[in-house]
């Protein structure tokens, strides 16, 4: 057993971290509109509202918006099957609570997806990424409120019908587990939420959580509907655990942690809540609005397949106070792994974290996954010309390896994959540009200069031969 012979080999960005055009044909301004640039350690800010004399790097990004004709053909030389993109909410609702949609908006995907069919590239679309408009934060609280759902599942009726004939594969929302970390960034991120003073970030995480899922289970009704050959699936973060020690605190910890990473997913998938964290939240007495009426929306809104990121896996020790539940969420007792060497940002690099992530959900859920992001964040360097980045070339080998062993001997049933931030763009953790991704070099730098020409790297033609090859040659 092989790859499938339509595997989806791609590449895969987001709206707000490569448009840039925060303005044109009409946009709104985005949650990912009100962030300032970072640096590794350096929180973004987030403001109230456009503050003047700040820098926020995803208004003009790598101007994708204008550029896109050029670097679509950029995409077709390479060879990709597939493009995941996201469409930015704020360009087809302005404000999110709109009757009518922005016809400009709904043109420039149109436009956009042409042009990648026309390459023979299928468009991959998530629906939500890190960019909701930010007047639903001023006016409703963002995900607060259950008036988010109908806004969203306009949004989604909207665009299905727009583009039934252009995407067949689709997701929700993007990485909807990563508010788990109760992080101001994660919470900002998947759910337009700041926790005020007198705010349990814990219950507004399981409160926007529920009304998200509600909604991603109502726009899986509605997208099958409009077109019955839809794939329609969840998007996870996947970050395998690991037990610090054989004690068993330490691997229950990290099994209460893996339940808590993924229980998103079981809901997407299996159509209801798992038990411990059913029991968990009534135990709590967080007194969350979840009717027998949303239960049953979820139970008949379950998506096709699972798209997931990955990137790296974590390692955990129990704590000395570790509550009954054993749910810490937040500050949970992350520890580092000397077997596992790290990039400048410190992040671990696993290849066999993707492994065992896969064969864990293919176990847990019989539902076709898709690698929906993978990659390496690192500096480069142009010289003559050339980018030499075997770094780069190392990290995704070493995990198409990973990934074509779960397929061959695991017989996982996978869609594609598509390596994040195909063309370089701007970070969504630190708002910069210099940790790049991309097979694609773009000449712009953290501070904002750069003509933004576009360049092969060396793992351009490396990536292209491995499509060519349908991964046979790494
Ligand atoms: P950057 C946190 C942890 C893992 C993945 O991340 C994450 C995040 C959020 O930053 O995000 C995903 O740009 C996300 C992309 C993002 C990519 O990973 O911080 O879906 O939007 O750019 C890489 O290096």
């Not at 709109?98 to 390459?119: I, K, S, T």
């Not at 077109?227 to 605190?249: E, H, K, L």
């Not at 790290?342 to 992530?357: M, N, V």
Request: with cysteine.
């Amino acid at each position: 057993m092989g790859l499938r012979k339509d595997f989806l080999w791609g590449g895969a960005v987001a709206a707000h971290q490569l448009e840039g055009a925060w303005q044109a044909g009409g946009k709104g301004v985005s949650i990912a509109d009100v962030m300032t640039v970072g640096a590794h350690g350096v929180p973004r800010q987030i403001t109230a509202g456009v503050l003047p004399g700040k820098n926020y790097p995803n208004h003009t990004a790598i101007d994708f918006y204008h550029h896109y004709p050029e670097d679509v053909k950029l995409l077709g030389e390479l060879g990709l099957k597939c493009f995941r993109t996201s469409i930015a909410w704020t360009r087809i609702f302005p404000n999110g609570d709109e009757d009518q949609p922005n016809e400009a908006g709904l043109q420039f995907y149109d436009d956009l997806f042409d042009a990648l069919l026309a390459q023979g590239i299928q468009p991959v679309i998530t629906l939500s990424h890190f960019e909701m408009p930010y007047h639903l934060v001023e006016a409703y609280g963002a995900w607060r409120s259950r008036q988010l759902i109908g806004f969203f599942t306009h949004f989604a009726e909207v665009v299905f019908n727009r583009y039934r004939d252009k995407v067949k594969y689709w997701m929700t929302f993007n990485e909807i587990n990563n508010q788990n970390s109760l992080d101001v960034y994660d919470l900002w991120t998947n759910s337009g939420i700041k926790p005020q003073a007198d705010e349990n970030a814990e219950r507004l995480l399981y409160q926007a959580g529920h009304y998200e899922l509600v909604a991603s289970a109502l726009a899986v009704q509605i997208g099958h509907r409009i077109n019955p050959d839809f794939q329609i699936g969840c998007m996870v973060n996947m970050r395998p655990v690991y037990p610090a020690s054989p004690a068993p605190q330490d691997v229950f910890k990290a099994s209460r942690m893996m339940q808590a990473n993924y229980w998103f997913v079981d809901v997407q998938v299996n159509g209801r809540y798992p038990n411990w964290l059913a029991c968990y939240q009534s135990n709590q007495a967080f007194g969350l609005d979840i009717t027998q009426e949303d239960l049953d929306v979820l139970a008949q809104g379950t998506v096709d397949y699972i798209g997931f990121s990955y990137y790296r896996s974590e390692t955990v020790s129990a704590r000395a106070d570790e509550p009954a539940s054993y749910v810490t969420l937040g500050s949970n007792h992350i520890v580092e792994n000397s077997k596992i060497e790290t990039s400048e940002w410190d992040w671990g690099i696993d290849p066999i974290g993707l492994r065992y992530g896969m064969n864990w959900f293919t176990d847990r859920y019989h539902v076709p996954l898709f690698i929906v992001e993978n990659g390496f964040g690192a500096r480069d360097t142009v010289e003559d010309g050339r980018v030499h980045d075997p770094y780069r070339t190392q990290y995704l080998a070493a995990h198409i390896k990973q990934m074509k062993l779960a397929v061959e001997q695991d017989g996982v049933d996978l869609i594609g994959y598509t390596p994040w931030g195909i063309i370089d763009l701007v970070s969504a953790g630190t708002g910069q540009m210099d940790k790049r991704y991309g097979v694609i070099y773009v000449n712009k730098n953290d501070a904002g200069a750069g003509d933004l020409s576009r360049l092969k790297k060396d793992s351009f033609a490396w990536y292209r031969q491995v499509i060519a090859s349908n991964g046979d040659q790494l």
